[in-house]
């Protein structure tokens, strides 16, 4: 079964300091990846995606992820927060193999402080 | 392009009343999905629908709630009859092979 896990429900970073939002994948075969985000009372908003190629995606505001394969791992990174960026992360996966169903995460709260 | 539509935004009901909710997705795309969010259980699909047929709907939680997909313009959520304990967002989404673009949600409040 595919899963996929956000360790953290809650990460806080100080304005202008890196982030790392961490997020781990179980599938069976090979993933396709991505990466949320969920401003107050709007709905989920497209970042970024990992298909094949580089292992290193950008995406949009800045955001880049990493996809490593041997730690099934898709961590969310952003070299200087801003407190714009402060909203709710959700990872995703689907294998290449299946249709268009995503599994979410759970979710990663990020807050900025100014 | 409008993105995914959704109406209505928000709906206040009275439990036991009948809610449909509606959803337009975006043109050209063969998939649409339905999701519930709440703070006690998070994001949850619901059903999912390719070409317009359903996929698999797993993930309703019980006769209540059924959906439809006339055609590949529209669908429909619809709870009937409404308890307090579906009082959630409803997102829709579609996609056309990777990305979902998900529509802006309507609140349900049964009361």
């Given at each position: 079964?595919?899963?996929?896990?956000?360790?953290?429900?809650?990460?806080?970073?100080?304005?202008?300091?890196?982030?790392?939002?961490?997020?781990?994948?179980?599938v069976s075969g090979n993933p396709y990846l991505f990466w949320y985000v969920q401003y107050p009372n709007r709905g989920l908003q497209f970042l970024l995606k990992y298909i094949t190629g580089d292992n290193l995606v950008k995406g949009s505001y800045g955001f880049e992820a990493e996809f490593n394969k041997s730690q099934t791992s898709f961590h969310l990174k952003k070299p200087s927060a801003l407190v714009s960026d402060s909203a709710l992360y959700f990872c995703a996966v689907r294998r290449v193999e299946d249709t268009d169903k995503l599994i979410f995460g759970t979710g990663t709260r990020l807050q900025v402080f100014p | 392009?409008?993105?995914?539509?959704?109406?209505?935004?928000?709906?206040?009901?009275?439990?036991?009343?009948?809610?449909?909710?509606?959803?337009?997705?975006?043109?050209?795309?063969?998939?649409?999905f339905w999701y519930r969010?709440?703070?006690?259980?998070?994001?949850?699909?619901?059903?999912?629908?390719?070409?317009?047929?359903?996929?698999?709907?797993?993930?309703?939680?019980?006769?209540?709630?059924?959906?439809?997909?006339?055609?590949?313009?529209?669908?429909?959520?619809?709870?009937?009859?409404?308890?307090?304990?579906?009082?959630?967002?409803y997102f829709c989404a579609s996609s056309k092979g990777n990305e979902q673009f998900f529509g802006p949600g309507t609140r349900l409040t049964v009361l």
């Open positions: 079964a595919q899963s996929v896990a956000q360790p953290e429900d809650q990460v806080n970073v100080a304005e202008g300091n890196p982030l790392t939002v961490k997020c781990t994948y179980s | 392009d409008a993105g995914v539509i959704q109406s209505p935004r928000h709906e206040v009901t009275e439990m036991g009343q009948e809610v449909t909710l509606r959803c337009k997705p975006i043109s050209g795309h063969n998939s649409l969010q709440t703070m006690m259980r998070g994001l949850e699909l619901l059903i999912y629908f390719n070409n317009n047929v359903p996929i698999d709907d797993s993930g309703m939680p019980e006769d209540r709630f059924s959906a439809k997909m006339p055609n590949a313009s529209f669908s429909t959520l619809k709870i009937q009859p409404s308890e307090p304990r579906d009082s959630a967002v």
